[in-house]
Protein backbone atom coordinates (compact mmCIF):
# COMPACT_ATOMS: atom_id res chain seq x y z
CA UNK A 1 0.00 0.00 0.00
CA UNK A 2 1.59 3.15 -1.04
CA UNK A 3 0.94 6.02 2.43
CA UNK A 4 1.68 9.58 3.34
CA UNK A 5 2.40 9.88 6.72
CA UNK A 6 1.60 14.54 7.45
CA UNK A 7 3.66 15.65 10.37
CA UNK A 8 7.30 13.49 11.22
CA UNK A 9 7.11 14.23 14.98
CA UNK A 10 7.30 11.95 17.56
CA UNK A 11 4.27 9.53 16.37
CA UNK A 12 4.16 10.18 12.82
CA UNK A 13 8.35 9.22 12.74
CA UNK A 14 7.88 5.99 14.49
CA UNK A 15 4.94 5.04 12.60
CA UNK A 16 5.90 5.66 9.43
CA UNK A 17 8.87 3.72 9.85
CA UNK A 18 6.84 1.09 11.27
CA UNK A 19 4.67 0.54 8.01
CA UNK A 20 7.66 0.77 5.90
CA UNK A 21 9.04 -1.62 7.99
CA UNK A 22 5.57 -3.85 7.16
CA UNK A 23 6.18 -3.29 3.66
CA UNK A 24 4.07 -0.38 2.67
CA UNK A 25 5.62 2.77 0.74
CA UNK A 26 5.58 5.76 2.67
CA UNK A 27 5.48 9.34 2.56
CA UNK A 28 6.18 11.18 5.17
CA UNK A 29 5.35 15.36 4.62
CA UNK A 30 6.82 17.98 7.28
CA UNK A 31 6.56 21.82 6.61
CA UNK A 32 10.52 21.83 8.04
CA UNK A 33 12.63 21.95 5.12
CA UNK A 34 15.88 21.77 7.35
CA UNK A 35 14.32 18.23 8.82
CA UNK A 36 13.44 16.77 5.96
CA UNK A 37 16.99 17.24 4.05
CA UNK A 38 18.41 15.62 7.13
CA UNK A 39 15.80 12.86 7.28
CA UNK A 40 16.80 12.62 3.61
CA UNK A 41 20.79 11.74 4.34
CA UNK A 42 19.56 9.81 7.19
CA UNK A 43 19.59 11.31 10.10
CA UNK A 44 16.75 10.48 12.58
CA UNK A 45 15.62 14.05 14.58
CA UNK A 46 14.52 11.87 17.84
CA UNK A 47 16.18 10.00 20.16
CA UNK A 48 14.69 6.65 20.48
CA UNK A 49 16.15 2.95 21.26
CA UNK A 50 16.56 0.86 17.71
CA UNK A 51 14.77 3.26 15.48
CA UNK A 52 17.81 4.33 13.77
CA UNK A 53 18.52 0.78 12.78
CA UNK A 54 15.09 0.11 11.15
CA UNK A 55 14.73 3.67 9.90
CA UNK A 56 17.90 3.03 7.70
CA UNK A 57 17.02 -0.19 6.72
CA UNK A 58 13.58 1.32 4.89
CA UNK A 59 15.58 4.23 3.40
CA UNK A 60 17.91 1.73 1.93
CA UNK A 61 14.98 -0.32 0.98
CA UNK A 62 13.16 2.52 -1.03
CA UNK A 63 10.00 2.65 1.04
CA UNK A 64 10.58 5.61 3.37
CA UNK A 65 10.59 8.86 2.09
CA UNK A 66 10.56 12.05 2.64
CA UNK A 67 9.09 15.62 1.24
CA UNK A 68 7.75 18.63 2.00
CA UNK A 69 5.35 18.73 -1.26
CA UNK A 70 2.26 17.47 -0.05
CA UNK A 71 0.26 17.60 -3.23
CA UNK A 72 3.30 14.90 -4.79
CA UNK A 73 2.92 12.46 -1.60
CA UNK A 74 -1.08 12.76 -1.51
CA UNK A 75 -0.79 11.48 -5.47
CA UNK A 76 0.90 8.51 -4.95
CA UNK A 77 -1.19 7.56 -1.08
CA UNK A 78 -4.37 6.28 -1.14
CA UNK A 79 -3.90 6.65 2.52
CA UNK A 80 -3.27 9.45 4.51
CA UNK A 81 -2.37 9.38 8.43
CA UNK A 82 -2.38 12.69 10.20
CA UNK A 83 -0.02 12.91 13.26
CA UNK A 84 0.14 16.62 13.50
CA UNK A 85 0.62 18.01 16.88
CA UNK A 86 -2.37 18.63 19.06
CA UNK A 87 -1.07 21.16 21.74
CA UNK A 88 -2.91 22.61 24.82
CA UNK A 89 -3.92 25.64 24.57
CA UNK A 90 -3.95 27.94 27.81
CA UNK A 91 -7.30 26.27 29.30
CA UNK A 92 -5.61 22.90 28.92
CA UNK A 93 -7.85 21.87 24.97
CA UNK A 94 -6.32 20.44 22.45
CA UNK A 95 -5.58 22.87 19.85
CA UNK A 96 -6.59 21.60 16.31
CA UNK A 97 -5.35 24.27 14.53
CA UNK A 98 -2.16 22.02 12.34
CA UNK A 99 -4.87 19.29 11.92
CA UNK A 100 -7.57 21.42 10.22
CA UNK A 101 -5.35 23.37 7.86
CA UNK A 102 -4.07 20.09 6.84
CA UNK A 103 -7.55 18.93 6.42
CA UNK A 104 -7.91 21.98 4.26
CA UNK A 105 -4.99 21.51 2.01
CA UNK A 106 -5.90 18.04 1.63
CA UNK A 107 -9.00 18.71 0.48
CA UNK A 108 -8.23 21.19 -2.26
CA UNK A 109 -5.39 18.96 -3.34
CA UNK A 110 -6.84 15.38 -3.47
CA UNK A 111 -7.86 14.16 -7.22
CA UNK A 112 -8.80 10.49 -6.05
CA UNK A 113 -10.60 8.54 -3.17
CA UNK A 114 -8.66 8.77 0.05
CA UNK A 115 -8.88 7.87 3.72
CA UNK A 116 -7.73 10.25 6.10
CA UNK A 117 -6.39 8.20 9.15
CA UNK A 118 -6.07 10.47 12.26
CA UNK A 119 -3.58 9.69 14.36
CA UNK A 120 -3.06 12.27 16.57
CA UNK A 121 -4.52 12.09 19.81
CA UNK A 122 -7.44 14.52 19.72
CA UNK A 123 -10.80 15.40 20.98
CA UNK A 124 -13.82 13.50 20.47
CA UNK A 125 -15.54 14.77 17.24
CA UNK A 126 -12.28 15.62 15.48
CA UNK A 127 -12.91 13.16 12.84
CA UNK A 128 -16.51 14.90 12.13
CA UNK A 129 -14.51 18.33 12.09
CA UNK A 130 -11.82 17.09 9.43
CA UNK A 131 -14.45 14.96 7.50
CA UNK A 132 -16.43 18.88 7.11
CA UNK A 133 -13.30 20.36 6.20
CA UNK A 134 -12.34 18.49 3.48
CA UNK A 135 -16.00 18.21 2.79
CA UNK A 136 -16.08 21.71 2.43
CA UNK A 137 -13.52 22.30 -0.53
CA UNK A 138 -13.91 18.67 -2.23
CA UNK A 139 -16.97 15.79 -3.76
CA UNK A 140 -14.61 13.51 -4.40
CA UNK A 141 -15.71 11.05 -1.87
CA UNK A 142 -13.19 10.28 1.15
CA UNK A 143 -13.50 8.38 4.50
CA UNK A 144 -12.46 9.61 7.64
CA UNK A 145 -11.13 7.24 10.33
CA UNK A 146 -9.50 7.24 14.06
CA UNK A 147 -6.51 4.88 14.86
CA UNK A 148 -4.85 6.40 17.91
CA UNK A 149 -1.44 5.56 18.85
CA UNK A 150 -0.67 3.83 22.39
CA UNK A 151 3.23 4.08 22.01
CA UNK A 152 5.23 4.70 25.05
CA UNK A 153 8.43 6.57 24.59
CA UNK A 154 11.41 4.54 24.92
CA UNK A 155 10.02 1.99 23.55
CA UNK A 156 8.17 3.57 20.38
CA UNK A 157 9.98 1.06 17.90
CA UNK A 158 8.87 -2.23 20.24
CA UNK A 159 5.61 -0.77 21.25
CA UNK A 160 4.33 0.17 17.43
CA UNK A 161 5.65 -3.13 16.14
CA UNK A 162 4.22 -5.28 18.77
CA UNK A 163 1.15 -3.04 19.52
CA UNK A 164 -1.09 -4.83 22.58
CA UNK A 165 -4.27 -3.48 20.36
CA UNK A 166 -5.21 -1.82 16.85
CA UNK A 167 -8.14 0.60 17.72
CA UNK A 168 -9.79 1.80 14.55
CA UNK A 169 -12.89 4.07 14.64
CA UNK A 170 -14.43 3.66 11.34
CA UNK A 171 -18.08 4.17 9.97
CA UNK A 172 -17.89 2.71 6.28
CA UNK A 173 -16.92 -0.61 4.88
CA UNK A 174 -14.14 0.41 2.36
CA UNK A 175 -11.94 2.37 4.94
CA UNK A 176 -12.61 -0.62 7.46
CA UNK A 177 -11.36 -2.71 4.94
CA UNK A 178 -8.28 -1.01 3.90
CA UNK A 179 -7.18 -0.33 7.38
CA UNK A 180 -7.94 -3.81 8.37
CA UNK A 181 -5.63 -4.39 5.12
CA UNK A 182 -2.45 -2.29 6.36
CA UNK A 183 -2.47 -4.16 9.90
CA UNK A 184 -2.51 -7.61 8.64
CA UNK A 185 0.74 -8.30 9.54
CA UNK A 186 -0.83 -7.57 12.93
CA UNK A 187 -3.72 -9.22 13.41
CA UNK A 188 -1.99 -12.69 11.29
CA UNK A 189 0.16 -12.85 14.64
CA UNK A 190 -2.79 -12.45 17.22
CA UNK A 191 -2.54 -8.77 17.83
CA UNK A 192 -6.35 -7.90 17.75
CA UNK A 193 -7.63 -5.22 15.81
CA UNK A 194 -10.82 -3.28 17.57
CA UNK A 195 -12.89 -1.78 14.98
CA UNK A 196 -15.63 0.66 16.76
CA UNK A 197 -17.20 4.27 15.92
CA UNK A 198 -14.77 7.37 15.56
CA UNK A 199 -15.66 8.94 18.82
CA UNK A 200 -15.63 5.75 20.78
CA UNK A 201 -11.86 5.32 18.76
CA UNK A 202 -11.28 8.83 20.24
CA UNK A 203 -12.21 8.60 23.61
CA UNK A 204 -10.27 5.60 24.12
CA UNK A 205 -7.45 7.26 23.85
CA UNK A 206 -7.83 9.42 26.17
CA UNK A 207 -9.95 7.26 28.57
CA UNK A 208 -6.39 4.76 28.72
CA UNK A 209 -3.97 7.35 29.47
CA UNK A 210 -6.10 8.92 32.09
CA UNK A 211 -6.66 5.52 33.58
CA UNK A 212 -2.82 4.69 33.69
CA UNK A 213 -2.32 8.45 35.52
CA UNK A 214 -4.78 7.47 38.29
CA UNK A 215 -3.57 4.20 38.84
CA UNK A 216 -0.25 5.73 39.26
CA UNK A 217 -1.59 8.77 40.86
CA UNK A 218 -3.49 6.04 43.98
CA UNK A 219 -0.30 4.06 44.29
CA UNK A 220 1.27 7.95 45.04
CA UNK A 221 -1.74 8.55 47.60
CA UNK A 222 -1.18 5.28 49.01
CA UNK A 223 2.42 5.54 48.81
CA UNK A 224 1.86 8.56 51.04
CA UNK A 225 -0.22 6.61 53.47
CA UNK A 226 2.53 4.33 53.78
CA UNK A 227 4.65 6.45 55.63
CA UNK A 228 2.20 8.04 57.76
CA UNK A 229 1.36 4.91 59.22
CA UNK A 230 4.48 3.07 58.77
CA UNK A 231 3.75 0.14 56.15
CA UNK A 232 5.78 -0.14 53.33
CA UNK A 233 4.32 0.48 49.61
CA UNK A 234 6.75 -1.88 48.04
CA UNK A 235 5.11 -4.48 49.89
CA UNK A 236 1.59 -3.56 49.29
CA UNK A 237 2.69 -2.97 45.70
CA UNK A 238 3.50 -6.75 45.10
CA UNK A 239 0.35 -7.66 47.39
CA UNK A 240 -2.10 -5.66 45.23
CA UNK A 241 -0.80 -6.51 41.93
CA UNK A 242 -0.44 -10.04 42.48
CA UNK A 243 -4.20 -9.96 41.65
CA UNK A 244 -4.55 -9.62 38.04
CA UNK A 245 -7.32 -7.97 37.83
CA UNK A 246 -5.20 -4.85 39.17
CA UNK A 247 -1.76 -5.89 37.72
CA UNK A 248 1.48 -5.30 38.32
CA UNK A 249 1.97 -2.79 36.21
CA UNK A 250 1.91 0.95 36.73
CA UNK A 251 1.59 0.99 39.99
CA UNK A 252 5.25 2.28 40.91
CA UNK A 253 5.04 5.01 43.10
CA UNK A 254 7.05 8.14 42.71
CA UNK A 255 7.71 11.30 42.29
CA UNK A 256 4.23 11.77 40.23
CA UNK A 257 3.42 11.55 36.31
CA UNK A 258 5.09 13.60 33.45
CA UNK A 259 6.14 13.23 30.05
CA UNK A 260 4.10 14.50 26.87
CA UNK A 261 0.68 12.60 27.10
CA UNK A 262 0.02 12.35 30.47
CA UNK A 263 -0.48 15.55 31.84
CA UNK A 264 -1.78 16.46 28.78
CA UNK A 265 -4.40 14.40 28.18
CA UNK A 266 -6.06 14.09 31.20
CA UNK A 267 -6.01 18.13 30.89
CA UNK A 268 -7.98 17.94 27.49
CA UNK A 269 -10.29 15.11 28.59
CA UNK A 270 -11.41 17.81 32.16
CA UNK A 271 -11.54 20.62 29.64
CA UNK A 272 -13.54 18.33 27.05
CA UNK A 273 -15.88 17.55 30.15
CA UNK A 274 -16.12 21.21 30.96
CA UNK A 275 -17.43 21.76 27.90
CA UNK A 276 -20.04 18.92 27.28
CA UNK A 277 -21.25 20.32 31.00
CA UNK A 278 -19.65 17.24 32.45
CA UNK A 279 -17.08 17.30 35.75
CA UNK A 280 -14.52 14.07 35.89
CA UNK A 281 -13.77 14.49 39.74
CA UNK A 282 -11.59 11.79 39.51
CA UNK A 283 -9.11 13.44 36.72
CA UNK A 284 -9.29 16.42 38.98
CA UNK A 285 -8.28 15.17 42.16
CA UNK A 286 -5.51 13.16 39.65
CA UNK A 287 -4.23 16.48 38.67
CA UNK A 288 -4.53 18.10 42.10
CA UNK A 289 -2.45 15.33 43.54
CA UNK A 290 0.08 14.98 40.68
CA UNK A 291 1.44 18.02 41.32
CA UNK A 292 2.05 18.01 45.08
CA UNK A 293 3.78 14.63 44.43
CA UNK A 294 6.20 15.90 41.64
CA UNK A 295 7.92 18.08 44.67
CA UNK A 296 6.96 16.27 47.51
CA UNK A 297 10.80 15.72 48.03
CA UNK A 298 11.52 19.61 48.40
CA UNK A 299 9.55 20.46 52.13
CA UNK A 300 11.75 16.55 53.19
CA UNK A 301 14.78 18.07 51.64
CA UNK A 302 14.20 21.63 54.02
CA UNK A 303 12.66 19.68 56.64
CA UNK A 304 16.59 17.54 56.96
CA UNK A 305 18.29 21.03 56.62
CA UNK A 306 16.22 22.48 59.53
CA UNK A 307 13.89 24.22 57.59
CA UNK A 308 16.21 26.30 55.04
CA UNK A 309 18.32 25.13 51.86
CA UNK A 310 19.14 28.49 51.10
CA UNK A 311 23.31 28.03 50.62
CA UNK A 312 22.94 24.68 50.08
CA UNK A 313 24.91 21.82 47.01
CA UNK A 314 21.68 19.94 45.67
CA UNK A 315 23.13 17.15 43.25
CA UNK A 316 20.14 16.00 41.29
CA UNK A 317 20.00 12.34 38.96
CA UNK A 318 17.98 12.24 36.43
CA UNK A 319 16.36 15.04 34.04
CA UNK A 320 14.36 13.31 31.45
CA UNK A 321 10.52 12.65 32.74
CA UNK A 322 11.44 9.06 32.71
CA UNK A 323 14.09 7.07 31.53
CA UNK A 324 15.12 6.01 27.85
CA UNK A 325 14.15 9.30 26.55
CA UNK A 326 15.73 12.74 26.05
CA UNK A 327 12.13 13.95 26.71
CA UNK A 328 12.14 16.75 29.86
CA UNK A 329 8.24 17.82 29.16
CA UNK A 330 6.68 18.43 32.48
CA UNK A 331 9.36 16.50 34.33
CA UNK A 332 9.20 16.24 37.74
CA UNK A 333 12.80 17.28 37.62
CA UNK A 334 12.62 20.34 36.45
CA UNK A 335 9.63 21.25 39.37
CA UNK A 336 11.97 19.74 41.72
CA UNK A 337 15.23 22.33 40.02
CA UNK A 338 12.28 25.44 40.13
CA UNK A 339 11.01 25.19 43.65
CA UNK A 340 15.03 24.43 44.99
CA UNK A 341 16.24 27.08 42.96
CA UNK A 342 13.45 29.33 44.58
CA UNK A 343 14.98 28.33 47.68
CA UNK A 344 18.32 29.41 47.47
CA UNK A 345 19.94 26.01 46.97
CA UNK A 346 22.51 25.69 44.24
CA UNK A 347 21.70 23.02 41.54
CA UNK A 348 24.28 20.66 40.26
CA UNK A 349 22.46 17.91 37.44
CA UNK A 350 23.65 14.93 35.66
CA UNK A 351 21.76 13.33 33.21
CA UNK A 352 23.65 11.75 30.11
CA UNK A 353 20.96 12.04 27.63
CA UNK A 354 18.45 14.77 28.63
CA UNK A 355 20.99 17.42 29.13
CA UNK A 356 20.82 19.38 26.30
CA UNK A 357 17.10 19.99 26.13
CA UNK A 358 17.70 21.01 29.85
CA UNK A 359 20.35 23.52 28.83
CA UNK A 360 18.18 25.18 26.54
CA UNK A 361 15.56 26.36 28.98
CA UNK A 362 17.86 26.88 31.98
CA UNK A 363 20.36 27.75 30.58
CA UNK A 364 23.11 28.70 33.17
CA UNK A 365 20.77 28.72 36.23
CA UNK A 366 22.13 25.53 37.18
CA UNK A 367 25.27 23.51 36.86
CA UNK A 368 25.54 20.31 34.58
CA UNK A 369 28.36 17.37 35.76
CA UNK A 370 29.61 15.26 32.84
CA UNK A 371 29.67 12.28 35.20
CA UNK A 372 26.87 10.73 38.10
CA UNK A 373 29.64 10.91 40.21
CA UNK A 374 31.15 14.41 39.28
CA UNK A 375 27.86 15.78 40.31
CA UNK A 376 28.24 14.57 43.70
CA UNK A 377 31.50 16.60 44.54
CA UNK A 378 30.80 18.44 47.10
CA UNK A 379 27.03 17.76 47.15
CA UNK A 380 24.66 18.14 50.64
CA UNK A 381 22.23 16.03 49.21
CA UNK A 382 21.50 13.59 46.26
CA UNK A 383 17.90 13.53 44.56
CA UNK A 384 17.20 11.20 42.42
CA UNK A 385 14.54 11.86 39.83
CA UNK A 386 15.09 10.05 37.00
CA UNK A 387 15.04 6.05 37.01
CA UNK A 388 18.11 5.64 34.56
CA UNK A 389 19.16 2.33 34.80
CA UNK A 390 23.15 3.30 35.43
CA UNK A 391 21.86 4.80 38.85
CA UNK A 392 20.55 1.42 39.57
CA UNK A 393 23.46 0.15 41.41
CA UNK A 394 26.44 2.81 42.19
CA UNK A 395 29.12 2.68 44.04
CA UNK A 396 27.83 3.75 47.75
CA UNK A 397 31.63 3.67 48.78
CA UNK A 398 32.63 6.86 46.12
CA UNK A 399 29.62 8.74 46.60
CA UNK A 400 29.88 8.92 50.02
CA UNK A 401 33.45 10.17 49.55
CA UNK A 402 32.68 12.69 46.98
CA UNK A 403 29.49 13.87 49.04
CA UNK A 404 29.63 16.49 52.07
CA UNK A 405 27.06 14.55 53.82
CA UNK A 406 25.78 11.01 52.60
CA UNK A 407 21.84 11.99 52.40
CA UNK A 408 20.37 11.05 49.29
CA UNK A 409 16.39 11.78 48.43
CA UNK A 410 15.06 8.90 45.69
CA UNK A 411 12.09 10.33 43.58
CA UNK A 412 11.96 6.83 42.36
CA UNK A 413 12.81 4.17 45.26
CA UNK A 414 15.65 2.53 43.07
CA UNK A 415 17.40 0.94 46.29
CA UNK A 416 16.25 -1.76 48.73
CA UNK A 417 16.23 -0.21 52.21
CA UNK A 418 19.14 -1.86 53.22
CA UNK A 419 21.94 -0.77 50.44
CA UNK A 420 21.75 2.83 51.35
CA UNK A 421 21.91 2.05 55.04
CA UNK A 422 25.01 -0.26 54.85
CA UNK A 423 26.75 2.02 53.50
CA UNK A 424 25.85 4.83 56.10
CA UNK A 425 23.15 7.09 54.33
CA UNK A 426 20.05 8.45 55.20
CA UNK A 427 18.08 7.72 52.79
CA UNK A 428 14.08 8.94 51.83
CA UNK A 429 12.45 7.04 49.39
CA UNK A 430 8.69 7.40 48.19
CA UNK A 431 6.45 5.49 50.81
CA UNK A 432 9.29 3.74 52.22
CA UNK A 433 10.69 4.40 55.96
CA UNK A 434 13.13 6.52 55.97
CA UNK A 435 16.81 5.25 57.00
CA UNK A 436 18.55 7.46 59.31
CA UNK A 437 21.81 7.10 60.39
C1 LIG B 1 2.25 7.13 27.81
C2 LIG B 1 1.43 5.84 27.58
O1 LIG B 1 2.03 4.76 28.32
C3 LIG B 1 1.32 5.52 26.11
O2 LIG B 1 0.50 4.37 25.95
C4 LIG B 1 0.70 6.72 25.42
O3 LIG B 1 0.55 6.50 24.04
C5 LIG B 1 1.57 7.95 25.65
O4 LIG B 1 1.68 8.17 27.04
P1 LIG B 1 4.81 7.80 27.89
O5 LIG B 1 4.34 9.20 28.18
O6 LIG B 1 5.87 7.60 26.88
O7 LIG B 1 3.59 6.89 27.41
O8 LIG B 1 5.37 7.21 29.28
P2 LIG B 1 4.96 6.12 30.36
O9 LIG B 1 5.99 5.07 30.39
O10 LIG B 1 3.57 5.70 30.24
O11 LIG B 1 5.17 6.97 31.71
C6 LIG B 1 4.42 8.16 31.96
C7 LIG B 1 4.80 8.77 33.31
O12 LIG B 1 4.33 7.96 34.39
C8 LIG B 1 6.31 8.92 33.53
O13 LIG B 1 6.58 10.17 34.14
C9 LIG B 1 6.65 7.78 34.47
O14 LIG B 1 7.79 8.04 35.26
C10 LIG B 1 5.38 7.71 35.31
N1 LIG B 1 5.14 6.38 35.91
C11 LIG B 1 4.91 5.30 35.12
C12 LIG B 1 5.13 6.24 37.29
O15 LIG B 1 5.34 7.21 38.05
N2 LIG B 1 4.85 5.01 37.83
C13 LIG B 1 4.61 3.91 37.06
O16 LIG B 1 4.36 2.84 37.64
C14 LIG B 1 4.64 4.07 35.66
Not at 79 to 101: C, F, K, N
Not at 166 to 194: D, L
Not at 303 to 322: D, P, Q, V
Not at 393 to 415: C, H, Q, V, W
Request: aromatic share 10%.
Amino acid sequence: MNITIVGTGYVGLVTGTTLAELGNSVYCVDIDEKKVEGMKNGIVPIYEPNLEEMFLRNIQAERLFFTTDLKKALDKSEVVYLALPTPPGEDGSADLSYVLRVAHDIGEMMTDYKVIVNKSTVPVGTADRVREVIASKTDIPFDVVSNPEFLREGFAVEDSMNPSRVVVGASSEKAKNIMATIYQPFTNTGIPIIFMDEKSSELTKYAANSFLAVKITFMNEIANYCEKVGADVDKVRLGMGSDDRIGHRFLFPGIGYGGSCFPKDVKALINSGKQDDFEFQILKATENVNSHQKVILVSEIENYFGGSIEGKTIAIWGLAFKANTDDIREASSLDNIRLLLEKGARIVAYDAVAENNVRKILGDKIQYAKSMYEALDGADALLIATEWSEFKNPNFELMAKRMNSKTIFDGRNMYPLDIPAQNGFYYKSIGRKTIVN
